[in-house]
């Protein structure tokens, strides 16, 4: 294990709440955990730590955060929610939803809300020239670099609060 050799004092865990319940979510992690840590303790809720004992000389601390806008969603809601700019073509999705449904046709929300960031970082945050090179100027990678997400929005403050257990 690479803990003990690269001197790593924590873990991190960070995932999707999506539909599932807190609970649930726990339930998955802990089984991950106990797969590759059979002798550690379990996660009972999150923005905790637990310690993980990774051989019989050295513990780490694990913590777990779940991305969601109350109590639910992933990373695109997230980035949907703390966008800060003009988002004009990636609203007018809505009508493009409403629409397929009328159709007797759906998407599901975490989809929708996939579909809407890429739309928002792609046409509405990049200038024609930046969208020839869309894959390099207009990705995720290329979008956090750019003023066009609210970092210091409160829906962050758990997730914030949380990163600063690792100071």
């Known amino acids: 294990m690479q803990v003990g050799k690269r001197n790593i004092e924590r873990i991190g865990i ?13 339930e998955r992690i802990n089984e991950a955990i106990k797969t590759v840590f059979p002798k550690s303790s379990a996660f009972r809720k ?14 780490i601390p694990i ?6 806008i109350g109590g639910k969603g992933n990373l695109e809601t997230v980035l ?7 988002a004009t073509q990636a609203d007018c999705l809505e009508s493009w939803r409403n629409c ?14 996939k579909f809407w960031v890429q739309i928002y970082m792609r046409y509405d945050q990049c200038t024609k020239k930046e969208q020839k090179q869309a894959g ?5 990678e290329a979008s956090m670099q750019k003023d066009i997400w609210d ?17």
């Open 14 to 26: 960070i995932i999707d709440q999506d539909t599932k319940t807190v609970t649930q979510r726990l």
């Open 46 to 59: 999150v923005d905790t730590f637990i310690d993980v004992l990774i051989d019989e000389h050295i513990s």
């Open 63 to 68: 913590g777990c955060h779940l991305l969601n």
């Open 151 to 167: 970092f210091e929005h409160d829906c962050l403050s758990d997730l914030r609060a949380f990163l600063g257990n690792f100071q």
């Open 136 to 140: 390099r100027k207009c990705n995720t």
């Open 100 to 113: 397929i449904e009328q159709k007797d046709k759906s998407i599901k929300d975490s989809d929708f809300d």
């Open 80 to 86: 949907k929610t703390i966008h800060n700019q003009d």
